[in-house]
């Protein structure tokens, strides 16, 4: 068994019980201020309900933005190609986010109290072939707010709550889940350390059975699953420390978990490390050079997931919450078809040397993997590696092939400008008729939840980039701001920045524009920076 590096000193000792608080009926965000942000965005947007539940915002075929009446979940996307650069954006969004808390119809006043956090701001640079890349440019700042009882964060799906503002002060997307909380009378007594210390190593064992592991930190908390309580926790975040290379070729990073155990007597269900939700994937065909993806129907994209093998169940629980958000826009009414095509283990011949029948025959990819810099693993978190550097010239969605769209659900496979300088370099060969690249710049949580809200949103047509910037955005997972040092640039850097590569021009496609778009001339690159 693998070291657990865990003192009982680490847990928190909470001096008396904690109250639960009771969850009232949804908020929801009133639909003219929805329609306000989705005209800022496209002018001609046009309302319609879909599957006689979402109330959502079209431009042409692309949503911009939807109203979820039974769950109160509203959220809008911003186009990013016609965003215009500023100057300390952020500055201006954290001013509109103070206002944004104080508004009673989106946060009406309860037992909570609501935090606005620091903005991140999401840079821009696009780069010609053979000419000097462009200036680097801020053109979105995002501000996530943080909901708290008693001075305590309060996490889960059940209160989500992210603006996003543009350089003239506008709102470009949003997020909102909320109903009201008010005191239940009931109260939760703490266990004894000991007590708390042993499903906090279950789960970790249970996760992370092949690599030694450090427990960060752990941090009193709420819960909000969705369903009738916001009740307290304990948070609890572990480092699983990567193997150092004695080849001198890059391994993937340290790679992070977290979870949540109840203080005392559990009122619902809390997410548990390491168990199997859905069907495992398959072992793919081996070396086989002709497609073996599932024919799809016209205008039907075809969807291959790929992950790690000899490792986390938290890596298969990601690739399955993808496919569900995927079938839960087909259940709310999008008319967009998936056909899951491909569900295997990772091997390297599926991106290498048999890429024309794996990765390159469907049009949407994702990848589960330990990573680092352009390379991930195939196999637990240093073995069967693959390079960016060693996919053929012929790259993907050329002529005869498929894949348009590639989420790499890694840690900093995908870096950027301010990384790297070379970071446009390693994809000219990659991008034959590809249209996006959606990964992190910097390490992650394995299990941070981001891979199923994307899934939904590019499953009613929201643009694949914004959505994926928008998921991880309004990802409490990276509420607490941890770190780690980054062995890269040598500094310390924040978990959880999400980054992009698109064609320029194209950085608003949606799942239904599968067409090759031919090698690529002109890249631009989307990061969240530091």
């Given at each position: 068994?693998?070291?657990?590096n865990?003192l009982?000193?680490?847990?928190?000792?909470?001096?008396?019980?904690?109250?639960?608080?009771?969850?009232?009926?949804?908020?929801?965000?009133?639909?003219?201020?929805?329609?306000?942000?989705?005209r800022t965005?496209?002018?001609g947007?046009?309302?319609?309900?879909?599957?006689?539940?979402?109330?959502a915002?079209?431009?042409?075929?692309?949503?911009?933005?939807?109203?979820?009446?039974?769950s109160?979940?509203?959220?809008?996307f911003p186009?990013?190609?016609?965003?215009?650069?500023?100057?300390?954006?952020?500055?201006?969004?954290?001013?509109?986010?103070l206002?944004?808390a104080?508004d009673?119809?989106?946060?009406?006043?309860d037992?909570?109290a609501?935090?606005?956090l620091?903005a991140?701001?999401?840079m821009?640079?696009?780069?010609?072939?053979?000419?000097?890349?462009?200036?680097a440019?801020?053109?979105?700042?995002?501000?996530?707010f943080q909901?708290?009882v008693?001075?305590y964060?309060?996490?889960?799906?059940g209160?989500?709550a992210?603006?996003?503002?543009?350089?003239?002060g506008?709102?470009?997307?949003f997020s909102?889940r909320?109903?009201?909380?008010?005191a239940s009378?009931?109260?939760?007594t703490?266990y004894?350390r000991?007590?708390?210390?042993?499903?906090?190593?279950?789960?970790?064992?249970?996760?992370?059975?092949n690599a030694?592991?450090?427990?960060?930190?752990v941090?009193p908390?709420?819960?909000d699953n969705?369903?009738g309580?916001?009740?307290?926790?304990?948070?609890?975040?572990a480092t699983?420390?990567?193997?150092?290379?004695?080849?001198?070729?890059?391994?993937p990073?340290n790679?992070?978990?977290?979870?949540?155990?109840w203080?005392g007597?559990g009122?619902?269900?809390?997410p548990?490390?390491?168990v199997?939700?859905g069907?495992?994937?398959?072992?793919?065909?081996?070396?086989?050079?002709?497609?073996?993806?599932?024919?799809a129907?016209?205008?039907d994209?075809?969807?291959?997931?790929?992950?790690?093998r000899?490792d986390s169940a938290?890596w298969?629980?990601?690739?399955?919450?993808f496919?569900?958000?995927?079938?839960?826009a087909?259940f709310f009414g999008?008319?967009?078809?998936?056909?899951?095509?491909?569900?295997?283990?990772?091997?390297?011949?599926?991106?290498?040397?048999d890429?024309?029948?794996?990765?390159n025959?469907?049009?949407i990819a994702?990848?589960e993997?330990?990573g680092?810099?352009?390379?991930?693993?195939?196999r637990?978190?240093?073995?069967?590696l693959v390079?960016l550097?060693?996919?053929?010239?012929?790259?993907?969605?050329g002529?005869?092939?498929?894949l348009?769209y590639?989420?790499?659900h890694?840690?900093?496979?995908?870096?950027t400008?301010?990384?790297?300088?070379?970071?446009?370099?390693?994809?000219?060969?990659?991008?034959?008729?590809l249209?996006?690249?959606?990964?992190?710049?910097?390490?992650?949580?394995?299990?941070?939840?981001a891979?199923?809200?994307?899934?939904?949103?590019v499953?009613?047509?929201?643009?694949?980039?914004?959505?994926?910037l928008n998921?991880v955005?309004?990802?409490?997972?990276?509420?607490e701001g941890?770190?780690?040092?980054d062995?890269?640039?040598?500094?310390?850097?924040p978990?959880g920045?999400?980054?992009?590569?698109a064609v320029?021009?194209?950085?608003?496609?949606?799942?239904?524009?599968?067409?090759?778009?031919?090698?690529?001339?002109?890249?631009?690159?989307?990061?969240?920076?530091n």
């Amino acid at each position: 068994m693998a070291k657990i590096n865990f003192l009982e000193e680490q847990i928190p000792i909470l001096r008396g019980p904690m109250p639960v608080l009771r969850l009232e009926t949804p908020v929801l965000a009133a639909e003219a201020t929805i329609e306000r942000f989705a005209r800022t965005i496209a002018p001609g947007a046009e309302f319609r309900t879909l599957g006689n539940i979402l109330r959502a915002a079209f431009d042409g075929p692309r949503m911009v933005a939807y109203v979820n009446p039974t769950s109160g979940e509203s959220k809008v996307f911003p186009a990013l190609e016609d965003l215009k650069p500023g100057v300390e954006i952020s500055a201006r969004a954290n001013a509109i986010a103070l206002r944004f808390a104080a508004d009673q119809e989106l946060f009406p006043r309860d037992a909570t109290a609501l935090v606005p956090l620091e903005a991140s701001t999401l840079m821009q640079a696009r780069h010609t072939k053979g000419a000097e890349r462009g200036k680097a440019n801020e053109v979105l700042s995002y501000v996530r707010f943080q909901r708290q009882v008693n001075g305590y964060p309060v996490w889960g799906p059940g209160t989500r709550a992210m603006i996003a503002v543009d350089a003239d002060g506008q709102i470009r997307g949003f997020s909102h889940r909320w109903r009201k909380a008010v005191a239940s009378g009931e109260t939760v007594t703490p266990y004894s350390r000991a007590q708390l210390m042993r499903p906090i190593l279950a789960q970790i064992e249970r996760s992370v059975p092949n690599a030694d592991v450090t427990v960060r930190k752990v941090t009193p908390g709420y819960f909000d699953n969705g369903g009738g309580v916001i009740q307290p926790v304990l948070r609890f975040g572990a480092t699983i420390h990567a193997p150092k290379s004695r080849s001198g070729k890059r391994l993937p990073a340290n790679s992070h978990v977290y979870g949540y155990v109840w203080i005392g007597e559990g009122f619902e269900p809390l997410p548990e490390l390491g168990v199997l939700n859905g069907a495992p994937p398959t072992y793919a065909p081996q070396k086989r050079t002709q497609r073996v993806a599932q024919p799809a129907a016209a205008g039907d994209p075809m969807v291959g997931r790929y992950v790690v093998r000899n490792d986390s169940a938290d890596w298969v629980n990601s690739a399955n919450s993808f496919l569900g958000g995927l079938q839960m826009a087909n259940f709310f009414g999008s008319p967009i078809p998936f056909t899951d095509s491909q569900y295997y283990w990772a091997e390297p011949f599926e991106y290498v040397s048999d890429k024309d029948a794996f990765i390159n025959s469907v049009h949407i990819a994702l990848t589960e993997s330990h990573g680092n810099w352009g390379v991930f693993s195939t196999r637990d978190n240093h073995d069967d590696l693959v390079f960016l550097t060693d996919i053929p010239a012929s790259g993907y969605g050329g002529a005869g092939s498929s894949l348009a769209y590639w989420t790499i659900h890694s840690c900093e496979v995908v870096p950027t400008q301010t990384d790297e300088s070379t970071s446009f370099d390693v994809w000219w060969d990659i991008f034959q008729g590809l249209h996006a690249v959606t990964g992190y710049r910097t390490e992650i949580w394995i299990n941070d939840g981001a891979t199923g809200p994307f899934g939904f949103a590019v499953g009613l047509g929201a643009p694949v980039v914004s959505s994926w910037l928008n998921a991880v955005a309004s990802d409490d997972a990276y509420d607490e701001g941890d770190t780690y040092f980054d062995g890269n640039r040598n500094i310390t850097e924040p978990m959880g920045r999400a980054s992009a590569i698109a064609v320029c021009g194209h950085g608003d496609d949606i799942v239904t524009d599968l067409g090759s778009l031919g090698p690529a001339s002109c890249l631009t690159e989307w990061w969240f920076n530091n």
